[in-house]
């Protein structure tokens, strides 16, 4: 006995497509979340890269429209943790914060990933205004303007060159004496003469303009050691210091967890084939979580409609229903 045919757990974009496309498959759809719906698409102010949102959409309302739209499809949310899954047989049991169990034939992995921040002064408080995780998504805001990037690895060379066709006074800070980057994308960025390269300095700070509900003005940078401080004016900062996958509920058979393990990658990430099946057989992965070359919120949502309707035909496989 099942609670569900198809459990979600996470409502980001990835978790919301996946409800609406299990819903109109017929399906039971649970969905688990411990926050608001939305993951970090809460946090965009005006989301302009989404084919058909034309004009731009704030990130708030862009998650609401998608939530009742796989609620009225007949998706069912509930805001609770998971804190462990097993499998029986093929059943999996889902243990929540409180205290409950669900149980469904398939799972549907969707809990995104965090950005990595500085923990500076003025990070968190402009976030949104100035401070950007995502140049695809903020960089044209910031066309013709004055842009600091942090970070040294292939991610914040990659975005540094998308940002340098945007500005010509793109400068990029490491704190190591050399990138971490593939060599070739190292070579890229410091032959970009729309890019300045400062190795061996940290920031320390971020400040803003307009009291609350200003915008990033200026930042503090420093040498690694943490002298000779200065300040300097700019437009926006956009910080590339990686992302910590959340998956750590995959962590496997410890004596902590005694869960289930998927395969991850190096770094934390679930590993799926191109139907977004795990090494888990009914477990299914989708968005910022998984393993992917490139992390938007329109190739999360096309996980998700992939990933509900492969768990849809496994589901009818598994009950032996004709397909």
Do not use: W
């Not at 969905?31 to 959409?57: C, R, W």
């Not at 005694?258 to 992965?285: H, R």
Request: aromatic share 8%; glycine share 10%.
């Amino acid at each position: 006995m099942t609670d569900a045919d198809l459990i979600i757990i996470g409502a980001g974009p990835a978790g919301l497509s996946a409800a609406q496309y299990g819903a109109r498959s017929m399906l039971s759809v649970l969905v688990l979340e411990q926050m608001a719906s939305g993951g970090q698409a809460l946090t965009i102010d005006m989301l302009e890269n989404y084919p058909g949102v034309f004009p731009a959409k704030n990130g708030y309302v862009f998650i609401d429209d998608m939530h009742k739209q796989a609620a009225n499809f007949g998706a069912v949310f509930l805001s609770e943790a998971a804190l462990k899954i097993t499998k029986e047989k093929d059943i999996f049991h889902v243990s929540l914060g409180n205290g409950e169990v669900k149980r469904s034939y398939a799972i549907i992995f969707a809990t995104g990933a965090k950005y990595r921040t500085l923990d500076i002064p003025g990070e968190r408080e402009y976030y949104g205004r100035g401070v950007s995780y995502c140049a695809t998504c903020d960089g044209p805001f910031f066309k013709n303007k004055k842009i600091f990037v942090v970070g040294g690895g292939d991610a914040a060379c990659d975005e540094a060159q998308f940002l340098s066709r945007l500005a010509d006074e793109v400068i990029m800070i490491h704190r190591r004496e050399k990138f971490r980057a593939q060599k070739a994308l190292a070579e890229r960025v410091l032959a970009n003469p729309n890019i300045e390269v400062r190795f061996n300095t940290v920031m320390k700070e971020i400040k803003g303009s307009g009291g609350m509900g200003g915008r990033v003005s200026s930042v503090v940078i420093a040498d690694s050691s943490g002298n000779q401080e200065r300040e300097e004016n700019t437009d926006g900062v956009f910080i590339f210091t990686g992302s910590n996958p959340q998956t750590s509920l995959l962590g496997g058979t410890s004596d902590d967890n005694n869960g289930i393990s998927a395969k991850l990658d190096e770094n934390g990430y679930i590993i799926t084939d191109e139907k977004m099946n795990t090494s888990v057989s009914g477990l299914f992965a989708a968005g910022d979580a998984r393993a992917t070359p490139f992390r938007q919120i329109v190739t999360a949502a096309a996980d998700g409609a992939i990933a509900a309707r492969y768990a849809s035909i496994y589901i009818d496989e598994l009950k032996g229903e004709a397909y």
